[in-house]
């Protein structure tokens, strides 16, 4: 005989502070403080300070620690990928996302049943993280940050082709790329290193932290300078990282007439770019775009699909033509993703 | 299509005008014959095909998704074209009209392999099957497929794969993609017929590439070029002088292989013949103080410099033509004109104005019949216009140009005495025999239209451009008020990480009697760099609200704007804008309650003579 599993939705849910899992008593990247908290990745929308215990990563716990300090949670408590551990009888699982360096989705099973969050997460290739993997799951929780079809973002190695391309055509120019400085940031100083750029790198003081951190967490990202110091007339013609914030904002001044460039998945559409006065646009996402997405949600199996942070209404329209299952998760407090 | 498509991307990102310039200038010189036509065409008057793109667009767009996902997507682009050329895959569709869309299929598929046929049905945007090996050829199957654990090496490979296809740009181009030949393609057959060659192009091309061919046929590629600066790059490329191009231009077509072998050497200049064309405007300097002692007022006569458009009048050969000071051809706004001068053969000079019972309107009245294609036979009764005349260029044959200007007013006169075009008129000279004596016949003048006055040398000659020591304008001294800082704005280009286009108000109270500042105007000159960099700094210090590029900021500085005259605007809250609004002082020093109100704004509108001060002339 068999048993009549309770559906997932009557232990897992939506609350106040974020998605809670009832048998487990913890949260999922809740946005307000909570006792006990499970992080998929560094992202400040996923992950806070403030919790009684952190259950992450090691790679997102170093990250939060240099983002809000080393007492930024009571305890935490990091957990390999691919080990299960047990919280009051639910199985917890971290695997990767394929997001940025540490990220994970938590893959919960409980009475019969298995959800996978998946957080953010991407299927192109990353050398800065372990890839996405595929868990077949009865619920799964996606994002839909870039879900239009009019999303699909070009490889990493291609853009930076092109910036390499540009770099060779205006050699006396500085290269100013804004670039989100958790994750896209490094990615990109590593695919630029692999197509074999191997001149000093210069950052603007938001970005050098966490990029020291992914060094220490073993990625290679070779000479790194901090711009701030260094005489403006020595960068000519080099790579300046920064926050895209800083694009266009008075700190870019002392570059003379640099070319900004923005590496973002939004810059597949123009008016994104020119509405930042981007003049090298690199569509290059940390995301799912639109034909990932629709694979994913479709690879996996779930007979229920919980929408998160994005462009909900079109991907929940879509899935149902699909004849799929799917719901905007209402998460109170996850605003656009600065990517 | 892949240069073009190149140079419109980089045209489109790029700020710099002298960029631009360049980019330009390297396309004209290496793209081949008639493309490079063509896309000058595309930049300036547009590819001279008509079809209903839109239509069409979605007509194939409909084959492959699904409508409410196109309007979404539509809704968040807000351009057809780039939504269009974004949501296209990037793997070729089958694009076989609805009704015959099976049986096509079907007959393809029984060739091909599994694979093969999952591609050619991929009609959506459900992934293809060879992203699951377990799922070839079931498309719709894919998603129902369940525990099974699939690594992310499958979509790897799928964009190994679009990455070579779509990005391999050593690969030459196929010439059935050149300019050329597919304005050849497009510009024939049904409807039916040019929508399904439109989806085979787009089925070749990349996404920039889908994006440039729809803006080669839909027109208005908003890639911050002017059609004047597709000119100046296209003669500056070539060491010509853009009105060695401008006089000719309009006699030109598409795609201008005349104009081409002209510059390339290979053929004398295109005759323009009997198309009526533009020829380059004369401008004036303004005068200066410096320049009084040197100007004798015997050597010049005066005219009143009205408040419209400079604009130029070409009929010859049973055509019209209007154009506006930079060569645009703005006849289509204006049927009016171009009938009244229907069957004369000349070239005037004059202002474009709007006029009411044989009074000019505002400014604002005349801007409501600009910059469009079409006018409607409301906006004709509600604006009619009026060309105030300057000058005469041509009388039939004959290039007055060479003449003395009192020869060329001379044939002006008698020319329109016997002509008499329908709304026309002549400008009167002003007689005078002093400077002096003309600046106060110009204090009693009624100011209704008057922007200032002309000053042209008796002999002067028509040459284009701005001739040093021939035409002076000699303007009001500016009208000043005190205005409060309300927003700012980033600039563009150099200016890009500044705050320098400022709106700024004066105060008004409201219904409760609360004092509170509108907007009047927006300035973005008449500071110094140094300057520039404190107000800036002030911008960001003292935002109260972010906007995109706009900040509004605290009430708290005082702008000493001059301007030239105050009108009536729907634009502005306030219901007046200023004419010329530039920065003429920055009061850090003035407390902002002591700014002026909108009670004295509209004395300055409603008051006949509006001059309360003007440079006067050393005797």
Redesign the interface.
């Known amino acids: 005989m068999a048993s009549v599993s309770p559906p997932v939705d009557s232990w897992l849910y939506p609350s106040d502070a974020g998605l809670y899992c009832e048998p487990g008593d913890f949260y999922i990247d809740p946005h307000r403080s909570v006792e006990r908290a499970v992080i998929t990745h560094g992202h400040s929308d996923h992950a806070r300070s403030g919790h009684g215990a952190v259950l992450a990563t090691h790679e997102t716990i170093e990250i939060m620690k240099v983002r809000y300090g080393d007492d930024c949670a009571g305890a935490f408590q990091p957990l390999a990928l691919g080990t299960p551990i047990s919280i009051n009888g639910v199985s917890v699982r971290l695997v990767p996302a ?1 997001h940025i360096l540490g990220s994970a989705q938590v893959v919960i099973e409980w009475a019969g049943k298995r959800a996978v969050i998946s957080g953010d997460y991407k ?3 990353d050398p800065t993280c372990a ?6 799951c009865d619920v799964f929780v996606t994002e839909a940050t870039f879900a ?5 973002h070009e ?1 990493a190695e ?1 853009e930076v082709e092109k910036l390499l391309g540009s770099m060779a055509a205006e050699p006396d120019r500085t290269h100013l790329i804004g670039a989100y400085n958790l994750g896209k940031c490094q990615r990109m100083i590593r695919v630029i290193r692999d197509a074999g750029y191997d001149a000093p790198i210069y950052l603007h003081g938001a970005v050098i932290a966490l990029t020291e951190l992914y060094q220490r967490l073993g990625i290679e990202l070779g000479d790194l300078r901090p711009a701030t110091t260094t005489d403006a007339k020595s960068l000519r013609g080099g790579i300046v990282m920064c926050p895209p914030s800083a694009l ?3 700190w ?2 002392r570059f003379g ?1 640099p070319v900004n460039a923005f590496a973002s998945g939004w810059m ?4 994104r ?3 930042h ?5 690199l569509v290059v996402s940390d995301h799912v775009d ?3 997405l ?2 994913t ?3 996996v ?1 779930a007979e229920d699909i919980w929408v998160t942070h994005g ?1 909900e ?2 991907l929940v ?2 899935l149902a ?2 004849g ?1 299952k799917a719901r905007a998760l209402a998460l109170v407090g996850c605003e656009e993703e600065a990517e | 299509m892949r240069a073009f498509a190149r140079l419109l991307d980089c045209l ?4 710099s005008r002298n960029r631009k310039l360049a980019l330009l200038g390297h396309y004209f010189r290496s793209a081949p014959d008639p493309d490079r036509g063509w896309a000058l065409a595309a930049l300036t008057d547009g590819v001279p095909i008509r079809m209903p793109l839109r239509r069409m667009l979605s007509d194939l767009v409909g084959r492959f ?2 409508p ?2 196109y309007r ?2 539509r809704d ?4 057809t074209a ?2 269009v050329s ?2 296209w895959p ?1 793997h070729p569709v089958e694009l076989a009209p609805p009704s015959t869309l099976a049986s096509t299929a079907m007959s393809r598929a029984r060739g091909g392999d599994a694979g093969e046929k999952s591609k050619q049905l991929s009609l959506d ?3 293809t099957p060879t ?2 090996p377990q799922g070839g050829g079931e498309l ?1 199957g ?11 090496s499958s ?2 490979e799928r ?1 190994f794969e679009e ?1 070579l296809i779509g ?1 391999n740009s050593a690969e030459a181009e196929p010439a059935s993609l050149s300019l050329g030949n597919v304005i050849r393609e497009m510009a024939s057959g049904t409807t039916a017929e040019r929508t399904e060659r439109l989806g085979r192009l787009l089925n070749q091309l990349d ?1 920039s590439g889908r994006w440039a061919l729809l803006k080669l046929l839909g027109g208005a590629p908003r890639v911050g070029v002017s059609a004047r600066l597709a000119r100046t790059a296209l003669a500056e490329c070539y060491g010509r002088d853009v009105s060695e191009i401008e006089e000719i231009w309009h006699a030109l077509e598409p795609p201008y292989l005349d104009l081409f072998a002209w510059l390339d050497g290979r053929a004398e200049r295109p005759d323009p013949g009997s198309k009526p064309v533009f020829r380059p405007v004369m401008l004036a300097h303004p005068v200066e103080d410096d320049d009084w002692p040197k100007l004798a007022a015997e050597d010049f006569v005066a005219e009143w410099k009205w408040d419209g458009i400079r604009v130029q009048v070409a009929a010859r050969g049973g055509d019209v033509r209007m154009f506006s000071r930079q060569g645009d051809d703005i006849s289509g706004a204006f049927p009016e004109i171009r009938s009244a001068f229907q069957g004369h053969d000349c070239v005037v000079d004059g202002e474009l104005l709007i006029m009411r019972d044989g009074s000019i309107a505002p400014f604002n009245d005349l801007q409501q019949r600009l910059n469009r294609k079409a006018v409607t036979a409301k906006m004709m009764t509600a604006y009619p216009p009026h060309v105030r005349l300057y000058d005469l260029l041509f009388d039939g044959p004959d290039d007055l140009r060479t003449l003395p200007f009192t020869e060329r007013r001379a044939r002006l006169e008698t020319w329109h005495a016997r002509h008499h075009p329908p709304l026309t008129d002549v400008s009167p000279l002003v007689p005078f025999q002093t400077f002096d004596e003309l600046n106060a016949l110009w204090s009693s003048a009624r100011a209704e239209g008057i922007e200032g006055l002309m000053l042209k040398r008796r002999d002067s000659t028509y040459q284009a451009g701005r001739i040093k020591g021939q035409w002076f304008k000699w303007k009001r001294a500016a009208l000043t008020l005190d205005c409060v800082l309300m927003y700012a704005q ?1 600039g ?1 280009g ?1 200016r ?2 500044y705050y320098s286009d400022y709106t700024f108000g004066v105060w008004t109270q409201d219904a409760d009697g609360e004092r509170l500042l509108v907007p009047v105007g927006k300035a973005y000159s008449g500071f110094t760099d140094e300057e520039l960099l404190l107000l ?1 700094r002030w911008v ?1 210090d003292n935002t109260t609200e972010t906007f ?2 706009v900040r509004a900021v605290e009430p708290g500085l005082v702008f000493e704007v001059a301007f030239d005259s105050v009108q009536s605007s729907t634009r502005h809250k306030s219901g007046v804008a200023m004419r010329f609004p530039r920065i003429h002082r920055i009061r850090w020093d003035k407390p902002v309650a002591e700014a002026d109100t909108l009670e004295t704004v509209l004395r300055l509108m409603s008051g006949a003579s509006q001059a309360v001060g003007r440079d006067a002339p050393p005797a």
């Open positions: 394929g299927r192109a290739a890839p996405f993997e595929l868990v077949p239009l079809p009019v999303f699909r490889k291609h266009g904002d008075r870019s001044r007439d597949r559409v123009r008016g770019a020119r509405q006065g981007v003049e090298l646009p639109w034909p990932e629709i694979a949600v479709t690879e199996g462009r209404d079109a329209h879509y033509t699909l799929l | 489109a990102y790029t700020q998704i699904d409410v996902l979404l997507s968040y682009v807000g351009d780039e939504t974004l949501l990037d945007f459900t992934p992203l699951s719709r894919a998603h129902l497929l369940h525990r099974k654990e699939l690594g992310a979509l790897v964009e990455g990005h996404a980033r563009s150099k890009s990480s800036d960001r995109g590029p």
